[in-house]
């Protein structure tokens, strides 16, 4: 069984920085790709940054320059530094894991919120 385990989220003051973590495990899969996705209270869910296992990144064109996303393959764990937070980043964000010819896993969902 899958398991994805999310941390770091919290409340920030704009201009802030937050570094979110996300540990797969519970598969022998091969990891195809690890992501973050975020919620907005009455919006749809958005992808914010994506990785996958060539390391070649994209990014939502609202956090270029701002968010970083990296990833371990030893632990199995995606990162996503978050800099120079604005409140419209405020979100629920998810962890999400693309197993190879199995599809993709979701987090629980991790609070942040931006304000002063």
């Known amino acids: 069984q899958v398991h994805l385990v999310e941390s770091g989220g919290g409340l920030v003051q704009p201009g802030g920085s937050l570094r979110l973590s996300c540990a797969a495990s519970?598969?022998?899969?091969?990891?195809?790709?690890m992501g973050w996705y975020r919620q907005a209270p009455g919006k749809q869910r958005e992808l914010v940054a994506r990785?996958?296992?060539?390391?070649?990144?994209n990014y939502a064109d609202s956090v270029k320059g701002r968010f970083t996303i990296s990833r371990d393959n030893a632990k199995n764990t995606v990162y996503l530094q978050m800099n120079s937070l604005k409140p419209e980043d405020t979100a629920v964000y998810y962890c999400?894991?693309?197993?190879?010819?199995?599809?993709?896993?979701w987090g629980q969902g991790t609070q942040v919120t931006v304000s002063s």
């Open positions: 999400n894991v693309n197993y190879d010819g199995f599809g993709d896993y």
């Open positions: 519970g598969s022998i899969l091969r990891i195809v790709a």
């Open positions: 990785i996958s296992s060539g390391w070649r990144t």
